[in-house]
């Protein structure tokens, strides 16, 4: 079993700036991607920013120049460094991992989520 525990969110004024964390921990062999989504009230979840296979780092253009993601491998570890906030990035942030099992099965999963709310 594979965890995913979020930290960093919080309410910030606009403008301002959050870090989050998500660490995987558990039994597994290897993490083939990891990085973040949120989810707004009635939108859709959406990717925010992660790395894939071969170290290849996704960003939303909706954060791109804003947000930066960046990990520790040893630490099985990721972070979103999320600079000049707006009220449109309020929402649940989610940390996603794809890992690879002890069996070579690849398996999702997802973090409880960490608020994040921007006053304007």
């Known amino acids: 079993q594979v965890q995913l525990v979020e930290s960093g969110g919080g309410l910030v004024q606009a403008g301002g700036s959050l870090r989050l964390s998500c660490t995987a921990s558990?039994?597994?062999?290897?993490?083939?991607?990891m990085g973040w989504y949120r989810q707004a009230p009635g939108n859709q979840r959406e990717l925010v920013a992660g790395f894939t296979d071969g170290d290849i780092t996704n960003i939303s253009d909706s954060v791109k120049g804003r947000f930066t993601i960046s990990r520790n491998k040893a630490k099985n570890t990721v972070y979103l460094q999320m600079n000049s906030l707006n009220a449109e990035d309020t929402a649940v942030y989610y940390c996603n991992a794809v890992v690879l099992g002890v069996a070579y099965d690849a398996m999702e999963y997802w973090g409880k989520g960490t608020l994040v709310t921007v006053s304007s």
């Open positions: 558990g039994i597994f062999f290897s993490i083939n991607a």
